[in-house]
């Protein structure tokens, strides 16, 4: 590996990196609390220094106060009885436990300071799936020192909490399928996805609990998702898909909380057939974008729209065409318009589940309300006009595509109109539209 | 036809920047994606305040605060004690599938095992491309510190990643 290829060795690690919904307005808010701050007096001041030639800045000191350390309670997985219909198989215990030694062994992690395991693992659950036999097993890991202090000012002897370690172990040969280590939102529950296109799935958790498979997007782009009750096997939860899934679309949450968009409330869900993937071994599912225009905004003419990029998975989801449990906003370029005085077009590639980018087009008023949505469809790699929206009545149609030369016709063998831009706003009964792109061949798109 | 530059509203410069920065922080926080989040909107909260003073684009100075804070928040990590259990910052990685490829596991820690300024050397020349002006001035040093820093940090990445032949550079 050369400098080149550290270059895209780096690039790689930080593929699907993506900031997490509301982060816009977090800085802002933050932002906006940090000016007040600083213009206030701030008794006890931290200074710290940002940055070579930055002025002092005071920060505001701890909010907590000093008193007794609380303690945490202890893992019941590790001490509770197995359970299952096969907590008696004694042999098949056996099995499990050794299948998840030699697993870890070898995990991706494992060598990881924290990933020190102590003790001996032990099975928590045991049973028959309608996929065969299937086993969770846990074991302590090594803890650490140190104080957590929670949001409500409670400080956490952390020697006193038990890290704990989850394997799944399932098929006849007993394979440790994945592992999920407490600590990274597992309090609530965990989800495993396992066999082919991870089609089954097995959560622990002390109340009912709902799966669904996908954010499914209708023919208007607005989506909704579908959700199973899965089957309670004596401790455990199970649900087997009717089709395959992508591991990163599926939820499980508790079944009264399956409706509510409440994102902190899902179950951290460990995809088996992505298992290499994940930096954060899948529990911030982040879906990738299919187009590769940069994101950045693109203006038609002089449009000076400010777009809508700060709110717009909060406006995408309150319109329908976003999902409540998505975990992160991902988002692509805009081409902004004008089309009168006081009003935008505003197209915004955005990704709402792993079935790739999507087009929607909001008409904003001068002021950054949404007055209309348009679903423009999938966004397609590579695609030689990329937005291709029609406005709503009738006010023709949005076309762009960056660093190309654009014609457009209103019959199929009518004489081309130019446009001098990469986009336009082109007339509503436009018919077919000509992009070429450098020297190559012209492509003709129709409408 | 124009592109909007990123600097005219700093909302707007934030929803469309704050991917490539958080690339930048996860790299420069050797893989904790938790605290490259906490980082950047502590440096962009920061900036906010003092957008109206910076000169130029507001992007590189962004940057440059982003690689001096991370080397001060590890410096202040070292001396106290941890508010959250330590492994919620760890990464389980690539790994098995891929064997010869440098993963992003192998990679962040590798990174991690470098001193502060020498990772942010190594972020900063090769994966925002700066070039070793550039560098110095985000940093705060001189061309020729950039120039030994990098020549080091490529040494010790060899060394952490116990592959002769991974960085010939």
Redesign the interface.
């Known amino acids: 590996m050369d400098t080149t290829e550290l270059s895209r060795a780096l690039r790689e690690a930080t593929e699907g990196i993506e900031p997490r919904i509301g982060f816009t307005p977090e800085v802002l808010r933050g932002g906006r609390r940090r000016r007040f701050r600083r213009r206030a007096t701030v008794a006890g001041a931290l200074v710290v220094v940002v940055g070579a030639g930055w002025s002092l800045t005071p920060l505001p000191g701890p909010t907590t106060t000093a008193g007794a350390l609380a303690t945490a309670a202890p893992d019941p997985m590790l001490t509770a009885p197995t359970a299952g219909d096969l907590a008696g198989d004694q042999e098949y215990l056996r099995t499990a436990a050794n299948a998840f030694t030699r697993g870890m062994a070898v995990a991706p992690g494992a060598a990881d300071p924290g990933m020190r395991l102590v003790g001996a693992p032990r099975v928590y659950w045991a049973g028959n799936t309608p996929v065969g036999r299937v086993a969770l097993v846990v074991q302590q890991r090594i803890g650490e020192s140190g104080i957590a202090i929670k949001p409500d000012g409670t400080r956490l002897d952390l020697a006193t909490v038990q890290r704990t370690v989850l394997g799944l172990v399932t098929g006849d040969q007993a394979t440790l399928v994945n592992s999920a280590r407490s600590g990274y939102g597992s309090d609530r529950g965990v989800a495993f996805l396992f066999g082919p296109n991870d089609q089954y799935a097995i959560a622990t958790g002390p109340v009912p609990l709902s799966a669904s498979p996908r954010w499914e997007i209708g023919a208007d782009g607005k989506g909704s998702r579908n959700w199973t009750d899965m089957a309670d096997l004596g401790g455990v939860w199970f649900n087997a898909f009717p089709q395959p899934v992508e591991g990163g679309d599926v939820r499980v949450v508790p079944t009264a909380y399956r409706t509510s968009g409440e994102t902190q409330r899902a179950l951290l869900v460990l995809p088996a057939s992505t298992y290499a993937e994940g930096f954060d071994h899948q529990s911030k599912p982040i879906p990738r974008r299919t187009s590769s225009l940069p994101q950045k905004r693109y203006a038609v003419g002089s449009s000076a729209s400010p777009g809508m990029s700060s709110k717009l998975a909060e406006q995408l989801e309150q319109a329908g065409y976003a999902d409540p449990y998505a975990v992160a906003a991902v988002t692509g370029f805009e081409v902004v318009a004008d089309l009168s005085s006081t009003e935008h077009a505003v197209a915004v590639e955005y990704v709402p589940s792993f079935a790739g980018s999507k087009l929607y087009l909001a008409v904003v008023d001068s002021g950054g309300t949404v007055l209309r949505w348009v679903y423009g469809g999938p966004v397609l790699p590579d695609a030689p006009l990329p937005v291709s929206v029609l406005l709503p009545d009738e006010r023709g149609r949005l076309v762009f595509s960056l660093d190309a030369r654009l014609r457009f016709r209103s019959t199929v063998d009518g004489p081309w109109t130019a446009v001098d831009s990469f986009g336009a706003v082109i007339p509503v009964d436009a018919k077919q539209v000509e992009v070429t792109r450098g020297g190559a061949e012209p492509v003709v798109v129709t409408l | ?4 530059g ?1 600097d ?5 410069f ?3 920047r ?3 920065l ?2 930048t922080a ?2 420069l926080c050797a ?1 904790d ?1 938790q605290a ?2 906490d980082l ?2 502590d ?7 003092r957008r109206g003073r910076v000169r130029g684009d507001l992007e590189p100075y962004v940057r ?2 982003l ?3 991370s080397a ?1 928040r590890w410096r ?1 990590r070292s001396r106290r ?8 910052a ?9 064997s010869g490829v ?4 192998q ?2 820690r590798a990174l991690g095992a470098l001193p502060p300024r020498m990772r942010a050397v ?2 900063l020349r ?2 925002d ?1 700066l070039s070793e002006t550039d560098t110095a001035a985000a ?2 040093c001189s061309n020729g510190t950039v120039k030994s820093q990098t020549a080091r940090g ?1 040494e010790r ?1 060899r060394t952490v990643l116990g592959a002769e ?5």
Request: proline share 3%; no cysteine; glycine share 8%.
């Open positions: 036809m124009s592109t909007i990123p005219d509203q700093f909302a707007e934030v929803a469309h704050s991917t490539a958080l690339r996860y790299l893989g994606r490259a989040e950047l909107q440096v962009l909260e920061r900036v906010y305040a440059a605060a690689a001096n804070a001060n202040h004690v941890a508010e959250a259990p330590l492994d919620q760890a990464d389980l990685g690539v790994g098995g599938l891929e440098l993963d992003r596991d990679l962040t190594l972020v090769f994966f491309d940093l705060g490529l990445l032949n991974l960085l010939r550079g």
